[in-house]
């Protein structure tokens, strides 16, 4: 009973793949947290770099993920009109270094692989995401 318990506890800690989560074997309650949240494991996708008012540079990791709903067309009631809904899950701000060992801002930012292969093919899609 113990190493069922463990062998739980450790499926909950490790990332779900893109692939995994698409598979027929996936069963999302093997997965999930005490608080309904998981770990998972982006695919790779781009990298944006900006500036901050301050000076800062600041990366933004633009990653996908299954996971992540489509973007949905919404009625949105605060501006009296139909809008676009795009689901995404942020990460917090990361310190860290660029390649010349500057001091830098990182964030993650998970997507809907759709948005992203999207966004990489028609870039001015950006300033509807960022």
Not at 11 to 27: A, G, H, I, M, Q
Not at 69 to 84: A, C, N, V
Not at 101 to 115: T, W
Request: glycine share 4%.
């Amino acid at each position: 009973m113990m190493k069922m318990k463990m062998d739980e506890a450790l499926k909950k800690r490790k990332p779900v793949t893109n692939e995994l989560y698409l598979s027929k074997e996936f069963k999302l309650e093997e997965y999930l947290d005490k608080e309904g949240g998981m770990y998972i494991e982006p695919s790779k996708g781009m990298v944006l770099k900006m500036w901050t008012n301050q000076g800062e540079k600041v990366f933004i990791n633009l990653v996908s993920h299954s996971i992540i709903d489509e973007p949905e067309q919404k009625y949105l009631i605060d501006y009296e009109q139909e809008g676009i809904r795009i689901p995404m899950s942020v990460g917090r701000e990361k310190e860290d270094f660029d390649k010349s060992k500057e001091p830098c801002k990182v964030i993650d930012c998970v997507l809907n692989p759709n948005i992203l292969s999207n966004l990489k093919k028609d870039k001015d899609q950006l300033t509807m995401v960022c």
